[in-house]
């Protein structure tokens, strides 16, 4: 499993001062190894501690996953939904950026690097709050390079499809189960993987690939785990008074059918948004 993180929550010399510094970070792939909870019985008194004095309370993701009988995966969203703090090990580089005033209109701005490997760094709730939607990916190695598992499983299905077709001397019109266990790298939102995937691979027209998201979500109904082309395994289910344009997802089953007041666990997405994500790739 691995994630892309794009940010964490900066020191806090620099959320006291925004005007006078900025900080950012190296986007950067981690796993399940590099993720880090404080000890649940120390983590009422930590508020009031800085990292540094934190860290004899640092255990691992994969230690805490072990000692509840869950997968790495599975401890770390129910963490997220019970909004625990959550750290990670970074190896890059990131930038302080230091603005100097030199009069009312102008400013002097000076940049540092960071080392990030130094501390370990929490991550702010837009972070988490993606790793807890966005399926996470598996690499594998094959002669000495990494290769993603969603780029073999297309390269596999893709071969199948096409042999069994030239076997029969024809061309036949796919079924969605044909494309069931692909998936699209790159895309963190389910609508956008399977509008991407329908249009390009499975040659669907629009309004098809709609009615197969709205059948899928009526074979989940939120309590049963489907397979979205471009996506992977999740859950969906129709909104009651909004059936034919939007559509409820999450990892984890669900049993919720409005739009409002829902869990952060569970999103929402609609005809609207797929047809823009459909138009938008090329």
Not at 205 to 226: H, I, N, P, Y
């Amino acid at each position: 499993m691995s994630w892309k993180i794009y940010r964490v929550v900066p020191p806090d010399f620099v959320l006291n001062k925004p005007q006078t510094f900025q900080f950012s970070i190296d986007p950067e792939s981690i796993n399940e190894n590099n993720l880090f909870l404080v000890s649940p019985k120390e983590e009422s008194v930590t508020d009031s501690l800085t990292a540094n004095e934190q860290k004899g309370t640092f255990i691992s993701l994969i230690e805490l996953a072990e000692d509840s009988g869950k997968t790495p995966l599975n401890f770390l969203r129910k963490s997220i939904r019970l909004k625990r703090v959550v750290f990670v090990r970074l190896k890059g580089q990131g930038r302080l950026t230091i603005f100097d005033e030199i009069n009312a209109e102008t400013k002097e701005a000076t940049l540092k690097e960071v080392d990030l490997k130094d501390q370990l760094w929490e991550l702010p709730e837009s972070e988490l709050e993606q790793m807890l939607l966005e399926q996470p990916t598996e690499e594998i190695k094959n002669d000495g390079s990494q290769l993603s598992s969603e780029n073999q499983s297309i390269n596999k299905t893709k071969t199948e499809h096409i042999a069994a077709d030239e076997d029969n001397g024809e061309l036949k019109k796919s079924s969605i189960k044909d494309f069931e266990n692909i998936k699209i790298t790159g895309k963190r939102k389910p609508h956008t993987a399977f509008a991407a995937y329908a249009k390009t691979e499975m040659k669907m027209e629009r309004d098809d690939a709609w009615k197969e998201l709205k059948d899928l979500a009526q074979e989940s109904k939120g309590q049963t785990e489907v397979k979205m082309p471009g996506w992977g395994k999740t859950y969906l289910r129709r909104v009651r008074l909004k059936s034919e344009t939007e559509i409820l997802f999450s990892h984890e089953p669900f049993d919720f059918d409005k739009a409002e007041n829902l869990p952060n666990w569970v999103k929402r997405f609609t005809r609207g948004q797929f047809d823009s994500s459909w138009t938008d790739y090329k």
